[in-house]
């Protein structure tokens, strides 16, 4: 198989294609450079410049390439800016994205690997979050993330193509420096960058009703969300009628002031971190299941917290020496 993927210079985009590529996949990347950078990719692994929103350069790359199967990592992640901007995150998430399926089907693609997010479950009261948990997104960007499952279910399912959607959790960490997230709006990020500064890291709220107050997620390394898409590509080649929805997460749950403290073991620094106000929309809980993905593709997360936080911090003294 040729496997196309979409963004893949990104942050995510580029541990994927390092996983695939290691593991013997033939793959092609798709990416508009917006946020990624053509120097993240393996030697030897073509990059296509584009966007899946142009139909002719998609059109282009799935016959030049001669794609059988589809990663669709590409979109817009942003919260806070989805909440700005929602007209742009529809466009960007949905529109794309049907655009790109739209082409796929026309071009005998058969498999389709569908890049979604917990955001879809919103906020869940429950102590695990299952796959069949109620799905009630909170903001644009999870709407568009679960938009874009019913997209991906449905088109699988009307002209026979195997699809999976992979809902990922709390991504950290990084498999090499140089592959490290450059953006800086999650927990870890964040707080490097508040302690690089000599700052305060902030706590939104401790107040929740958590053993410690504040909000507990579950965090996993960018490197097992890489061999989670492996497993799944190799499910789908291996089965024309899969038709999966699969959590990506560790099943363990980890407070903000339990990261905050690992954070600050593993940069050396003592400052304290200053509590403020809640933000609002941030669900005290939200601890994935991962029993389904094990028992479908017999995957399970391999590395802890710290390993996280520690690659990550190399990435980050690279980048901010």
Not at 108 to 136: I, K, N, Q, W
Request: aromatic share 6%.
């Amino acid at each position: 198989m040729t496997w196309l993927i979409t963004g893949g210079a990104g942050f995510i985009g580029s541990h994927v294609v390092k996983a695939m590529a290691e593991g013997g996949e033939r793959i092609v990347v798709l990416d508009d450079l917006s946020t990624g950078r053509a120097e993240r990719l393996p030697e030897g692994v073509p990059l296509e410049v584009g966007t899946v929103l142009d139909r002719g350069t998609v059109d282009r790359v799935l016959a030049e390439h001669a794609v059988t199967g589809i990663v669709h990592i590409a979109g817009k992640k942003q919260v806070a800016e989805s909440v700005a901007k929602p007209l742009h995150y529809y466009h960007e998430n949905v529109e794309g994205l049907r655009t790109l399926l739209e082409a796929a089907v026309e071009a005998g693609v058969t498999r389709f690997l569908f890049s979604s997010s917990a955001a879809v479950y919103g906020m869940p009261d429950v102590d695990l979050v299952t796959e069949d948990t109620p799905c009630a997104p909170i903001n644009p960007y999870g709407e568009t993330k679960l938009a874009g499952e019913w997209l991906v279910t449905a088109t699988g399912r009307t002209y026979g193509m195997a699809t999976a959607s992979l809902r990922y959790f709390n991504v950290a960490g990084a498999a090499t420096p140089e592959l490290g997230d450059e953006g800086v709006f999650n927990l870890v990020p964040m707080v490097f960058e508040r302690l690089t500064a000599g700052e305060q890291p902030r706590i939104f709220g401790d107040d929740y009703p958590t053993p410690d107050g504040t909000c507990v997620r579950d965090y996993i390394h960018v490197e097992d969300i890489a061999s989670a898409h492996v497993a799944a590509a190799r499910r789908l080649a291996a089965d024309p009628d899969a038709s999966l929805i699969l959590n990506i997460g560790r099943g363990e749950g980890v407070s903000v002031t339990e990261m905050v403290g690992i954070i600050q073991d593993v940069t050396g620094s003592g400052i304290k971190p200053l509590v403020t106000e809640r933000r609002p929309g941030d669900p005290a809980r939200v601890v994935a299941s991962a029993d389904r993905i094990a028992e479908e593709l017999g995957w399970s997360a391999r590395y802890g917290v710290r390993e996280m936080v520690e690659s990550a911090w190399a990435g980050w003294q690279l980048r901010h020496p």
